[in-house]
Protein backbone atom coordinates (compact mmCIF):
# COMPACT_ATOMS: atom_id res chain seq x y z
CA UNK A 1 0.00 0.00 0.00
CA UNK A 2 1.60 3.21 -0.96
CA UNK A 3 2.83 5.58 1.95
CA UNK A 4 0.95 9.09 0.05
CA UNK A 5 -2.63 7.11 0.74
CA UNK A 6 -1.61 8.31 4.58
CA UNK A 7 -0.45 11.90 3.92
CA UNK A 8 -3.44 13.25 5.39
CA UNK A 9 -3.43 10.88 8.44
CA UNK A 10 -0.36 11.33 9.60
CA UNK A 11 -0.59 14.28 11.88
CA UNK A 12 -3.52 13.26 13.96
CA UNK A 13 -1.32 10.75 15.71
CA UNK A 14 0.71 12.82 17.74
CA UNK A 15 -2.04 15.88 18.30
CA UNK A 16 -2.39 17.03 21.00
CA UNK A 17 -5.33 20.28 21.65
CA UNK A 18 -3.06 22.97 22.17
CA UNK A 19 -4.90 26.91 21.77
CA UNK A 20 -0.47 27.98 21.68
CA UNK A 21 -0.04 25.05 18.54
CA UNK A 22 1.13 27.70 16.04
CA UNK A 23 3.61 29.28 18.83
CA UNK A 24 6.91 29.56 17.62
CA UNK A 25 10.06 28.23 18.95
CA UNK A 26 13.27 30.03 18.64
CA UNK A 27 15.53 27.08 19.04
CA UNK A 28 14.21 23.20 19.56
CA UNK A 29 17.44 20.96 21.21
CA UNK A 30 15.74 18.04 19.70
CA UNK A 31 16.84 16.91 15.76
CA UNK A 32 18.41 14.36 13.84
CA UNK A 33 21.79 15.75 13.49
CA UNK A 34 24.44 13.61 14.14
CA UNK A 35 22.48 10.48 13.88
CA UNK A 36 23.98 7.50 12.26
CA UNK A 37 22.15 6.51 8.75
CA UNK A 38 19.98 4.01 8.37
CA UNK A 39 20.36 1.54 5.44
CA UNK A 40 18.45 1.83 2.49
CA UNK A 41 14.84 0.88 2.73
CA UNK A 42 14.43 -2.57 1.25
CA UNK A 43 11.20 -3.55 0.26
CA UNK A 44 11.91 -7.20 0.01
CA UNK A 45 12.90 -7.02 3.97
CA UNK A 46 10.46 -4.70 5.75
CA UNK A 47 10.76 -3.94 9.12
CA UNK A 48 9.38 -5.67 12.01
CA UNK A 49 7.00 -4.12 14.53
CA UNK A 50 6.17 -5.88 17.56
CA UNK A 51 3.02 -3.34 19.02
CA UNK A 52 2.06 -2.74 22.37
CA UNK A 53 0.12 0.27 24.29
CA UNK A 54 0.51 3.76 24.00
CA UNK A 55 1.69 6.50 21.33
CA UNK A 56 4.82 5.08 20.79
CA UNK A 57 3.91 2.15 18.31
CA UNK A 58 1.59 4.60 16.11
CA UNK A 59 4.47 7.33 16.35
CA UNK A 60 7.21 4.88 15.11
CA UNK A 61 4.44 3.39 12.35
CA UNK A 62 3.97 6.97 11.53
CA UNK A 63 7.51 8.20 11.58
CA UNK A 64 9.24 5.11 9.87
CA UNK A 65 6.39 3.29 7.46
CA UNK A 66 4.85 7.01 6.50
CA UNK A 67 7.96 9.59 6.73
CA UNK A 68 10.64 8.32 5.97
CA UNK A 69 9.07 5.42 3.45
CA UNK A 70 10.37 2.22 4.78
CA UNK A 71 8.49 -1.08 4.66
CA UNK A 72 7.24 -1.88 7.83
CA UNK A 73 4.56 -5.02 8.81
CA UNK A 74 3.51 -5.23 12.53
CA UNK A 75 2.00 -7.49 15.14
CA UNK A 76 -0.01 -5.69 17.42
CA UNK A 77 -1.48 -7.26 21.10
CA UNK A 78 -5.50 -7.03 20.69
CA UNK A 79 -6.89 -5.25 23.71
CA UNK A 80 -3.31 -3.44 23.41
CA UNK A 81 -2.12 -1.75 20.65
CA UNK A 82 -4.18 0.92 19.56
CA UNK A 83 -6.41 0.35 16.56
CA UNK A 84 -5.38 3.24 14.82
CA UNK A 85 -2.31 0.83 13.58
CA UNK A 86 -4.66 -0.47 11.04
CA UNK A 87 -4.56 2.78 8.93
CA UNK A 88 -0.71 3.24 9.11
CA UNK A 89 0.71 0.92 8.14
CA UNK A 90 0.06 -1.92 4.76
CA UNK A 91 -0.29 -5.51 7.05
CA UNK A 92 -1.14 -5.69 10.56
CA UNK A 93 -1.28 -9.10 12.49
CA UNK A 94 -3.33 -8.85 15.70
CA UNK A 95 -3.13 -11.49 18.01
CA UNK A 96 -3.61 -12.21 21.83
CA UNK A 97 -1.13 -12.16 24.19
CA UNK A 98 1.29 -15.26 24.17
CA UNK A 99 1.08 -15.85 20.60
CA UNK A 100 4.68 -16.39 19.95
CA UNK A 101 4.60 -18.60 17.10
CA UNK A 102 2.20 -17.24 15.09
CA UNK A 103 4.33 -13.75 15.15
CA UNK A 104 7.58 -15.46 13.91
CA UNK A 105 5.69 -17.02 11.56
CA UNK A 106 4.06 -14.16 10.38
CA UNK A 107 7.24 -12.10 10.22
CA UNK A 108 9.05 -14.89 8.53
CA UNK A 109 6.55 -15.80 6.36
CA UNK A 110 7.54 -11.50 4.97
CA UNK A 111 11.30 -11.98 5.51
CA UNK A 112 11.73 -9.65 8.25
CA UNK A 113 15.40 -9.76 9.35
CA UNK A 114 14.85 -6.64 11.98
CA UNK A 115 12.26 -6.66 14.22
CA UNK A 116 11.80 -3.43 16.91
CA UNK A 117 9.65 -4.10 20.27
CA UNK A 118 7.82 -0.73 21.17
CA UNK A 119 5.40 0.02 23.53
CA UNK A 120 4.01 -1.43 26.81
CA UNK A 121 2.11 -3.84 27.75
CA UNK A 122 -0.41 -3.64 30.95
CA UNK A 123 1.58 -5.71 33.46
CA UNK A 124 -1.75 -7.33 34.77
CA UNK A 125 -2.33 -8.84 31.43
CA UNK A 126 0.35 -10.90 32.21
CA UNK A 127 -2.20 -12.96 34.54
CA UNK A 128 -4.49 -13.47 31.83
CA UNK A 129 -2.21 -14.71 29.30
CA UNK A 130 -2.29 -18.42 27.81
CA UNK A 131 0.78 -18.76 25.88
CA UNK A 132 1.46 -20.97 22.97
CA UNK A 133 4.22 -23.64 23.35
CA UNK A 134 7.33 -21.59 21.87
CA UNK A 135 6.27 -19.09 24.92
CA UNK A 136 6.02 -21.51 27.35
CA UNK A 137 9.22 -23.17 26.16
CA UNK A 138 10.53 -19.36 26.88
CA UNK A 139 8.51 -18.57 30.36
CA UNK A 140 9.81 -22.29 31.42
CA UNK A 141 13.36 -21.31 31.05
CA UNK A 142 13.21 -17.83 32.78
CA UNK A 143 13.88 -17.32 36.75
CA UNK A 144 10.46 -15.37 37.04
CA UNK A 145 8.42 -12.97 35.14
CA UNK A 146 9.83 -9.64 35.90
CA UNK A 147 10.17 -7.14 33.06
CA UNK A 148 13.47 -6.75 32.66
CA UNK A 149 14.36 -10.63 32.20
CA UNK A 150 11.25 -11.44 30.83
CA UNK A 151 12.13 -8.67 28.14
CA UNK A 152 15.60 -9.82 27.70
CA UNK A 153 14.56 -13.52 27.15
CA UNK A 154 12.19 -12.53 24.53
CA UNK A 155 14.86 -10.14 22.72
CA UNK A 156 17.05 -13.25 23.43
CA UNK A 157 14.51 -15.89 21.62
CA UNK A 158 14.24 -13.59 18.44
CA UNK A 159 17.75 -13.30 17.96
CA UNK A 160 18.13 -17.23 18.32
CA UNK A 161 15.06 -17.61 15.75
CA UNK A 162 17.76 -15.70 13.30
CA UNK A 163 16.25 -11.72 13.92
CA UNK A 164 17.89 -8.70 14.50
CA UNK A 165 16.07 -7.05 17.62
CA UNK A 166 17.10 -3.10 16.74
CA UNK A 167 16.04 -0.51 19.23
CA UNK A 168 13.38 2.57 18.11
CA UNK A 169 15.73 4.80 18.84
CA UNK A 170 17.99 3.30 15.84
CA UNK A 171 15.48 4.64 13.59
CA UNK A 172 14.42 7.38 16.13
CA UNK A 173 17.86 8.78 17.46
CA UNK A 174 16.05 12.61 18.08
CA UNK A 175 13.53 11.10 20.79
CA UNK A 176 16.42 10.99 22.88
CA UNK A 177 15.86 13.66 25.81
CA UNK A 178 19.09 15.98 25.77
CA UNK A 179 20.45 16.84 29.04
CA UNK A 180 19.26 20.38 30.69
CA UNK A 181 16.53 21.86 31.93
CA UNK A 182 14.05 22.16 28.79
CA UNK A 183 11.68 24.52 30.14
CA UNK A 184 11.99 28.27 31.22
CA UNK A 185 11.40 27.41 35.13
CA UNK A 186 14.82 26.57 36.42
CA UNK A 187 14.66 24.09 39.92
CA UNK A 188 15.60 25.72 42.98
CA UNK A 189 17.77 23.59 45.53
CA UNK A 190 14.69 22.51 47.38
CA UNK A 191 13.71 20.99 44.34
CA UNK A 192 16.56 19.71 43.81
CA UNK A 193 16.91 17.63 46.54
CA UNK A 194 13.12 15.80 45.98
CA UNK A 195 14.80 15.09 42.32
CA UNK A 196 17.78 13.29 43.81
CA UNK A 197 16.09 11.75 46.21
CA UNK A 198 13.65 10.66 43.58
CA UNK A 199 16.79 9.68 41.75
CA UNK A 200 17.94 7.14 44.12
CA UNK A 201 14.79 5.80 44.78
CA UNK A 202 13.76 5.26 41.80
CA UNK A 203 17.42 3.66 40.43
CA UNK A 204 16.96 1.01 43.60
CA UNK A 205 13.46 0.26 42.36
CA UNK A 206 14.92 -0.58 39.00
CA UNK A 207 17.97 -2.64 40.07
CA UNK A 208 14.56 -4.44 41.78
CA UNK A 209 13.07 -4.82 38.56
CA UNK A 210 9.92 -3.24 40.34
CA UNK A 211 9.57 -0.04 38.17
CA UNK A 212 10.99 2.96 36.67
CA UNK A 213 9.90 5.94 38.65
CA UNK A 214 8.38 7.98 41.85
CA UNK A 215 6.78 11.11 42.94
CA UNK A 216 8.37 12.90 45.90
CA UNK A 217 7.00 15.91 48.07
CA UNK A 218 9.60 17.71 50.35
CA UNK A 219 12.08 14.74 50.43
CA UNK A 220 9.43 12.16 51.24
CA UNK A 221 8.71 9.38 48.15
CA UNK A 222 4.61 9.24 47.76
CA UNK A 223 4.17 6.96 45.53
CA UNK A 224 6.37 4.29 43.48
CA UNK A 225 5.44 2.75 40.19
CA UNK A 226 4.93 -0.85 39.86
CA UNK A 227 2.10 -3.65 38.43
CA UNK A 228 -0.11 -0.51 37.82
CA UNK A 229 2.14 1.77 36.13
CA UNK A 230 3.03 5.48 35.72
CA UNK A 231 -0.04 7.12 34.79
CA UNK A 232 -1.81 5.29 38.09
CA UNK A 233 0.90 6.11 40.19
CA UNK A 234 0.61 9.63 39.04
CA UNK A 235 -3.27 9.54 39.94
CA UNK A 236 -2.80 7.69 43.53
CA UNK A 237 0.06 10.21 44.52
CA UNK A 238 -2.79 13.58 43.37
CA UNK A 239 -5.06 11.66 45.60
CA UNK A 240 -3.00 10.93 48.36
CA UNK A 241 -2.16 14.57 48.73
CA UNK A 242 -5.36 16.06 47.76
CA UNK A 243 -6.46 18.95 50.02
CA UNK A 244 -2.96 18.95 51.18
CA UNK A 245 -1.66 22.01 51.08
CA UNK A 246 -3.89 23.76 53.55
CA UNK A 247 -1.27 22.71 56.76
CA UNK A 248 2.79 23.48 56.78
CA UNK A 249 3.32 19.44 55.82
CA UNK A 250 1.57 19.83 52.69
CA UNK A 251 3.08 22.85 51.12
CA UNK A 252 5.85 22.23 48.07
CA UNK A 253 5.54 20.75 45.06
CA UNK A 254 5.41 17.31 44.05
CA UNK A 255 8.62 16.00 41.67
CA UNK A 256 7.68 12.61 39.21
CA UNK A 257 11.36 11.11 38.19
CA UNK A 258 11.49 8.41 35.81
CA UNK A 259 15.04 7.00 35.38
CA UNK A 260 16.19 3.68 33.02
CA UNK A 261 16.74 0.66 35.25
CA UNK A 262 20.54 -0.25 36.35
CA UNK A 263 22.01 -1.96 33.33
CA UNK A 264 18.92 -1.90 31.59
CA UNK A 265 19.10 -3.22 27.52
CA UNK A 266 18.58 0.25 25.43
CA UNK A 267 17.21 -1.48 22.89
CA UNK A 268 13.76 -2.40 25.40
CA UNK A 269 11.54 -0.81 27.64
CA UNK A 270 13.15 2.65 27.90
CA UNK A 271 11.06 4.85 29.89
CA UNK A 272 8.86 7.29 27.70
CA UNK A 273 7.24 10.45 28.60
CA UNK A 274 5.16 12.87 26.55
CA UNK A 275 2.52 15.69 26.32
CA UNK A 276 0.29 13.17 27.83
CA UNK A 277 2.59 13.03 30.96
CA UNK A 278 2.30 16.55 30.58
CA UNK A 279 -1.65 16.74 31.41
CA UNK A 280 -1.65 13.98 33.97
CA UNK A 281 0.74 15.79 36.32
CA UNK A 282 -1.07 18.82 35.59
CA UNK A 283 -4.34 17.00 36.13
CA UNK A 284 -2.67 15.77 39.50
CA UNK A 285 -1.06 18.57 41.17
CA UNK A 286 2.90 17.44 39.88
CA UNK A 287 4.55 20.46 38.58
CA UNK A 288 8.20 19.25 38.22
CA UNK A 289 9.63 16.17 35.76
CA UNK A 290 13.06 14.76 35.98
CA UNK A 291 13.92 12.12 33.28
CA UNK A 292 17.62 10.82 32.57
CA UNK A 293 19.28 11.45 29.22
CA UNK A 294 20.05 9.69 26.56
CA UNK A 295 17.83 7.10 28.85
CA UNK A 296 14.32 8.56 28.61
CA UNK A 297 11.90 8.81 25.08
CA UNK A 298 10.40 12.32 24.69
CA UNK A 299 7.53 12.03 22.45
CA UNK A 300 6.65 15.22 20.60
CA UNK A 301 9.16 16.94 22.54
CA UNK A 302 8.12 20.69 21.60
CA UNK A 303 4.59 19.83 22.20
CA UNK A 304 5.32 18.90 25.58
CA UNK A 305 7.60 21.37 26.44
CA UNK A 306 5.26 23.73 25.05
CA UNK A 307 2.52 22.75 27.59
CA UNK A 308 5.16 22.53 30.25
CA UNK A 309 5.70 26.17 30.17
CA UNK A 310 1.93 26.95 29.93
CA UNK A 311 1.66 25.13 33.12
CA UNK A 312 4.40 26.65 34.74
CA UNK A 313 5.74 22.92 34.94
CA UNK A 314 9.73 21.97 34.85
CA UNK A 315 10.89 19.72 32.84
CA UNK A 316 14.87 18.49 33.71
CA UNK A 317 17.03 15.89 32.02
CA UNK A 318 19.53 14.36 34.12
CA UNK A 319 22.91 12.85 33.49
CA UNK A 320 24.03 10.13 35.77
CA UNK A 321 27.28 11.73 36.87
CA UNK A 322 25.85 14.78 37.76
CA UNK A 323 23.04 12.97 40.06
CA UNK A 324 25.77 10.50 41.88
CA UNK A 325 27.23 13.71 43.07
CA UNK A 326 24.01 15.02 44.22
CA UNK A 327 23.29 12.36 45.79
CA UNK A 328 27.31 12.19 47.56
CA UNK A 329 26.18 15.65 48.52
CA UNK A 330 23.16 15.06 49.80
CA UNK A 331 23.97 12.42 51.85
CA UNK A 332 27.11 14.23 53.21
CA UNK A 333 24.66 17.31 54.04
CA UNK A 334 22.16 15.01 55.98
CA UNK A 335 25.25 13.29 58.45
Not at 252 to 273: F, H, I, N, S, Y
Request: net charge positive.
Amino acid sequence: MHAGIFADRSAWVLSVTDTDAAAPISKSPFSNQGALPLPTPDPEHPIGLIAGSGQLPLLFAQKVAIEQSRPVVVAAHVGETDQRMNALVAEVLWVPLGRFKKIVAFFRARKVRELVLVGGIAKASIWRVRPDTMALKLVWRLRHLHDDLLLRGIAAELAALGFQVRSVTDYLPQLLAPAGVLTRRQPDESLWNDITIGWRAAKVLGQLDIGQGVIVKRKIVITVEAIEGTDAMIARAGALTQNSGSGWAGRGEMVLVKTAKPGQDLRLDLPTVGPGTIEKMQACGISVLAIEADRTLLLDPEQTIRLADRYGHIVVVCEELGMNKRMATLELSST
